[in-house]
């Protein structure tokens, strides 16, 4: 008998791997909608930023080369409203104001938030409280609260006169003499708003390790000392970025002029952005306006750019 010839097996062919489709619950059709979603989000912000911010500064710009009047045609008037504004009697106070108001925000209202972000850190009991307090002014609306400060500023009845009555010291003009008002005003912006950055101050001053301050205690620094050493360099960062903030902030003031001097008294607190106001509101001056707010603009960049280059320099070197 032969034997029966074994039936070798075919090779098998290859098939290449086939994609499985996308389920409904899978990983990556999931991240495909959140990133779908997270774009529509992000294009809402953009189409609000372009219509609320981009096109009315570029539409500035534009009319600041024209002679605009609401209702008219526009036509080109190249440079002339620039040359209007730099003559103007009131530039050159408007500037020296707001840049003495800068300065004087920075030295008053700059350090007092700082110090008061180091006091409440201090606290060990009803800190909630005190932020409160710090924080109440932020949350009282700009106008009610210069109208407030107006009342208080007032030669005759105001609170800040009778108390100083009270004390057998001589009163103030306040808002009203030209030597004191913009002082008065930049007690009243720093009043106003050094809630907010009180608060950003404290989260910055409670990320710093408590083992460094530990360490300075054991090596015997004092409480100047472990400021200088450790609180100022551990936030040096946030210090920096408020400080351009602010600086751009007080730049733009407006509503304590506004609503406490109207300007006055003979041109001692009118700001740039009050001049802008008048042109646009009380000369019918679009085309002027806009020019005066395109140097504003021109300014600010320009020292937002120097100044944040200069300290991303300076934090290279350390």
């Avoid at 009282?140 to 009342?151: D, E, H, N």
């Avoid at 002029?257 to 000369?283: M, N």
């Amino acid at each position: 008998m032969t034997k029966t010839a074994e039936r070798r097996p075919e090779p098998e062919t290859a098939v290449p791997p086939v994609a499985a489709p996308l389920r409904a619950g899978s990983p990556r059709r999931r991240r495909l909608a959140d990133q779908a979603r997270a774009y529509a989000f992000l294009l809402g912000g953009l189409v609000c930023f372009a219509l609320f911010s981009w096109y009315p500064a570029i539409r500035a710009v534009v009319i600041a080369f024209q002679e605009y009047t609401p209702g008219s045609k526009p036509e080109w008037a190249g440079t002339a409203n620039f040359s209007r504004v730099l003559h103007d009697p009131e530039f050159s106070a408007a500037w020296r104001n707001t840049l003495t108001f800068t300065l004087l925000a920075l030295l008053i209202g700059f350090a007092i938030p700082f110090l008061l972000a180091l006091v409440l850190n201090e606290l060990r009991h009803a800190k909630a409280f005190f932020r409160v307090v710090v924080y109440l002014p932020v949350m009282i609306p700009p106008v009610v609260s210069a109208l407030l400060w107006k009342w208080f500023y007032d030669p005759g009845a105001g609170l800040a006169n009778e108390v100083l009555r009270l004390l057998h010291l001589p009163t103030s003009h306040w808002s009203n003499g030209t030597d004191t008002a913009l002082v008065s005003l930049v007690i009243v912006a720093t009043w106003a708003n050094m809630g907010g950055t009180v608060l950003v101050y404290l989260a910055a001053l409670q990320s710093i390790p408590g083992e460094l301050y530990e360490a300075a205690e054991l090596d015997g620094a004092n409480l100047l000392q472990r400021v200088r050493h450790i609180t100022v360099p551990q936030t040096r960062f946030v210090i920096l970025m408020l400080m351009l903030l602010q600086i751009i902030a007080t730049m733009q003031v407006f509503t304590e002029p506004f609503v406490i001097t109207g300007g006055g008294p003979e041109s001692a607190t009118v700001s740039v952005l009050y001049l802008i106001y008048k042109y646009a509101f009380l000369y019918d001056d679009f085309g002027g306006a806009c020019a005066l707010s395109v140097m504003l603009l021109v300014l600010l960049g320009a020292f937002s750019a120097v100044y944040l280059r200069l300290t991303r320099s300076h934090e290279g070197d350390l």
